[in-house]
């Protein structure tokens, strides 16, 4: 091992997971020019600290490939986070006292005002229509918009409604609805985009510096809970480029960004061409590769896609009312040499893209289905044979159902199909890559609750839960690849690996994600993270004055 004239970092570290193994060792690794030029013993270090720049001892925390959320809302999620966070809050009358005391303690609010909210589950309503009766006595007159957990659905007061003119009659032209009563009025529920899109025209925006603002908050959040990138799929703000150039106007972003644009149902061939040409668009930290496809909504909201309809007798059509034009558009951009990454969350959903993705000519584009809540054996083997990665939420699932079924996910699949939840252990034994991810603002972005998740099938810290279908745990090793190496080749790239050669992204936790107790990892300080051998997150101070002498 030959040592360099000059060498920008050296990191010291008593466990160092590197490899295709994760093999642990003690010793160093040797940066420069934003990539790692040699790990080593302890021993060997000694010839490579002295032409170090810098050198950063991490004592006993250990260094691991950088981790990578699969599937994340940066831009569209600052809109869709607003307000008073509703996440956790699983009783209706507990959700009534949130936001009545949020009412009263929003500072300088009139009766013009909006009142915002976002993470409502609808385990609230148990076996009710999901409305906005929810707000009576409470919120009478008040224009309130709340988006479910999900983000697929929002609840909307009759003031909001009658202020944007939504009647229960309009005809939209995906899945996508507007909830009514019995005698047809609308009922405050509007189910995904397209519906959504009625009252948001009216909603008042965030303005751009806002926006900016959050954004750099959010992502060094994320930094600072271990992540070093993240995937962006959507293009839910028309200016979303825009607000990155703005951001990294004032400095680097805090971790990088690839970015795959959505294709919603209807889009014209020249909306594809122009996404086409949008591929390879990039700043220093974020650039635009890959797209996002939509095959349907969700179970919850009853507009998944499912071979047999739910207890509700619903979710039985696709978010493409044609689904060949999504099959279509996927053919367009693999024979342009452009991945997908399409959300997929029904049986019948995951189904029509595991045979769409069968049926293209291999030419080396790697193609991924996102979600995959509930699918039998059959429909798993498709997703295999098919060749297609996936991308799964674990949070998803031990957040939002339960083992006991009385959740409504599980309540409107029914105890077979809700037995099939979440099969990331089935996935990879199958042979699958299984990438994981938090879907944020969906569930929490921290991936250390999620690699948690992950193996114990319940919250974090939270043993007092029972876990739902334990027999899909992943190992220890498998949950940290899906955030490391995993990740990668389901994108069709080779990365994720600590090994010399390989870009210098990096996280050091106070712990080993391999051998941690799971609940205890989830609280494990987050040490250092590094992007392209620049430190981003750097908490050895801290670490170095809670060590006793």
């Known amino acids: 091992m030959s040592t360099p004239a000059t060498t920008d970092t050296v990191i010291l570290s008593s466990s160092i997971l590197h490899g295709e193994r994760l093999e642990e060792t003690a010793g160093f690794i040797a940066i420069n020019d934003g990539r790692i030029v040699a790990i ?43 307000g008073l966070d509703l996440n956790g809050i699983t009783e209706l009358s507990d959700v009534r006292h949130a936001l009545a005391e949020h009412a009263t303690q929003t500072p300088h609010r009139t009766g013009s005002d909006w009142l915002f909210a976002w993470g409502l589950d609808p385990v609230i309503f148990g076996e009710a229509e999901f ?81 900016v603002n959050e954004l750099d908050r959010l992502l060094r959040s994320m930094a600072e809970a271990g992540l070093v990138a993240g995937q962006m799929l959507d293009f839910g703000q028309a200016d979303s480029l825009d607000v990155l150039e703005a951001l990294e106007e004032r400095g680097d972003l805090s971790i990088r960004l690839r970015i ?9 061939q020249e909306d594809l061409d122009k996404l086409l040409a949008m591929q ?36 039985v059509d696709p978010l493409w009312p044609e689904p060949e034009g999504l099959s279509a558009a996927m053919r367009f951009f693999h024979d342009n040499h452009v991945p997908t990454a399409t959300h997929a969350i029904g049986d019948k959903a995951v189904s029509h893209v595991a045979q769409t993705i069968a049926s293209l000519p291999r030419n080396g584009t790697v193609h991924r289905i996102e979600h995959i809540e509930s699918i039998p054996d059959d429909v798993l083997n498709q997703v295999v044979d098919s060749g297609a990665t996936t991308s799964l939420q674990p949070t998803h699932c031990t957040l939002y159902s339960r083992a006991d079924h009385t959740d409504n996910w599980s309540r409107r699949l029914g105890t077979e199909r809700a037995n099939h939840a ?26 250390r609750g999620i690699i948690t998740a992950a193996q114990t099938r319940r919250p974090a810290g939270r043993p007092d839960i029972t876990p739902v279908q334990p027999q899909q745990a992943l190992s220890a090793r498998a949950a940290l690849e899906g955030y490391t190496s995993q990740y990668w080749q389901s994108v069709g790239e080779a990365g994720g690996i600590l090994r010399p050669g390989a870009r210098a992204d990096l996280t050091v936790f ?15 300080p987050v040490i250092l993270t590094m992007v392209d051998g620049d430190l981003v997150t750097d908490k050895t101070a801290q670490m170095s004055a809670s060590t006793p002498n």
């Open 40 to 82: 080593g013993t302890t021993e060997e270090a000694d010839q490579w600290t002295p032409h170090a720049a810098r050198v950063i001892d991490v004592g006993n925390a250990t260094v691991t490939p950088g981790l990578i959320d699969a599937h994340i809302h940066p831009i569209l999620g600052i809109s869709i986070a607003r």
């Open 131 to 211: 409305s906005n009766d929810l707000f009576d006595g409470i919120l009478d007159g008040e224009l309130v918009y709340i988006t479910l957990f999900d983000g697929h659905a929002a609840l909307v007061s009759d003031a909001g409604l009658s202020l944007a003119g939504v009647t229960g009659k309009e005809k939209l032209d995906s899945s996508g609805f507007v909830g009514t009563t019995a005698d047809g009025k609308p009922n405050g529920m509007l189910y995904e985009m397209a519906a959504m899109e009625l009252v948001q025209t009216k909603l008042p925006p965030l303005s751009f510096d806002e926006r």
């Open 260 to 268: 795959s644009p959505w294709v919603m149902p209807g889009a014209s």
């Open 280 to 315: 390879g668009r990039h700043g220093r930290r974020w650039h635009v590769r890959g797209i996002k496809l939509m095959m349907d909504g969700t179970i919850d909201n009853g507009t998944a896609w499912l071979f047999a309809p739910d207890t509700h007798g619903e979710s």
């Open 422 to 447: 979440w099969r990331t252990r089935d996935l990879r034994e199958a042979g699958a890559v299984v990438a994981l991810g938090s879907d944020w603002p969906i569930a929490p972005f921290d991936p």
């Open 510 to 524: 106070a712990q080993n994600p391999l051998d941690a107790a799971p609940d205890e990892f989830a609280a494990a």
